[in-house]
Each structure stands twice: as C-alpha cells, then as structure tokens.
C-alpha cells in the first residue's frame, strides 16, 4: 500500500502567519508521530497521537504549536504566528501499536520563514 | 532535495569496502534500538533494529551490534555501495513510543 505522505512538500512563508502541515499515515496506522528536523540535526520529538488523542504533546515549543487528529487518520500540525526559527522539515511518522514499533517516516515539509 | 546536515561527521568508504557506523545513546533504560537512513530530501528510512535482549542481529548486508555496557550501537555496511550513501541516524526508545534520536553519520561511497 501507500507511505505516509506529507502535504506541501514545500512552504515558504512570511514571519508572523500561520501555517498548517498535512500527514496521511499508512492505512490502518494507529499511532502517528510529528517530529521537527533541523539542518544537521536527527529528528526531534514534537507530538505523539494514538489514534484521536495526543498521547504526549511534551515536545511542542510552545503554544503556538498546536496538532489535531479528528478522526484518528489524517493530523494536522499547525503553526500560529510563525517565527523565522520555526523553519524547519517537519516529518511525520506512523507506526502500529503497541509501541515500540517500526515508524515509517513521510518525506517531510520544508517549511522556510521569511 | 535539501542537503541533510551540513555540518555531520562523515565517513568515506571505497566501494566494495565495509562500513562500519557507530552511535553513543544516551539512557541506560532504552530497551530498543533502530537504525535509519535518509537521503537528501527524503524521511529516514528503516533498516535494522534490535532489542536490549541481544548484542548482534543481521539483515541483508547489513548488521547492527548493541553493547549495553557503554551504551553504544553500531552499523556495519558490508560491501557498500554507491546507494549506501545517505545520513545515518541511530535511534533509541525506552520502552514506549518516544524515540531519542542521535546526530546523524554522512557517509560517503567513493567510487
């Protein structure tokens, strides 16, 4: 079947906007995870979910990151008042339960602060 | 695609040599381990994993070796390839779902 996709591959967009970040889990993927990738850096937890319900949104920056899975598929991950240190890939992984398990990784959102 | 990590510590391997990538991981609880490759502009992709209960496990040309001792994992590349090169991740997870990952190798396959 199909990976995880991530949807835009690419968003550039100017200091103070808000933004959202789309992810599509391999079917039938409980467990959906968000994680931040600097340059140089390894994938940085930001949000786990388990089905509907963030599980453990302890990596988050701050509270103008917010994530949403309404329907325990697709997630949402959005960005209010976006800051130019926000610019990131942010990835999005799925796995099956019980952890720990495999994640399959989606190819990222490049997402460029002006 | 962009380049991942710019500034990554590098390993430059001859084609057809073996490869061998070493990670540090931080907990001594951390009871599963993976190994990921990412390619510029791409996610990481599974290659191997291994749990605390063992010191070695092998895929297709490739083999991961965990000593709990010192806390350190490594991969080994058998007869690497030009497709070999990518960056290379070690992750750990202490037995949920919250995966610790490490700064990545970038390896590079010289023809």
């Known amino acids: 079947g199909a990976g995880v996709s991530q949807t835009p591959s690419n968003k550039v967009t100017e200091k103070g906007k808000y933004v959202e970040l789309r992810c599509d889990p391999i079917s039938g993927h409980t467990a959906l995870y968000w994680y931040r990738q600097s340059l140089g850096q390894g994938p940085e937890f930001l949000i786990y979910f388990q089905g509907t319900g963030a599980a453990d949104d302890s990596g988050l920056p701050n509270d103008r990151f917010f994530a949403v899975r309404p329907e325990g598929s697709v997630s949402t991950l959005k960005i209010q008042r976006t800051e130019r240190g926000d610019s990131a890939v942010y990835l999005c992984?799925?796995?099956?339960?019980?952890?720990?398990?495999?994640?399959?990784f989606g190819p990222g959102t490049r997402l460029t602060v002006l | 695609g962009e380049s991942v990590g710019l500034h990554l510590p590098t390993l430059s391997v001859q084609e057809g040599d073996n490869s061998i990538i070493n990670c540090a991981y931080s907990?001594?609880?951390?009871?599963?381990f993976i190994w990921y490759k990412q390619e510029s502009g791409k996610g990481p992709q599974f290659i191997i994993d291994?749990?605390?209960?063992?010191d070695k496990r092998q895929g297709q040309r490739v083999t991961v070796l965990l000593n709990k001792t010192v806390k350190h994992l490594s991969l080994q590349i058998a007869a690497t390839q030009p497709g070999d090169s990518a960056v290379y991740f070690c992750a750990e997870n202490i037995g949920t779902y919250k995966y610790i990952f490490g700064t990545g190798t970038r390896l590079k396959v010289l023809a």
């Open positions: 291994i749990r605390s209960n063992m």
């Open positions: 992984a799925s796995s099956l339960l019980p952890p720990p398990r495999e994640q399959f």
């Open positions: 907990n001594s609880a951390s009871d599963y």
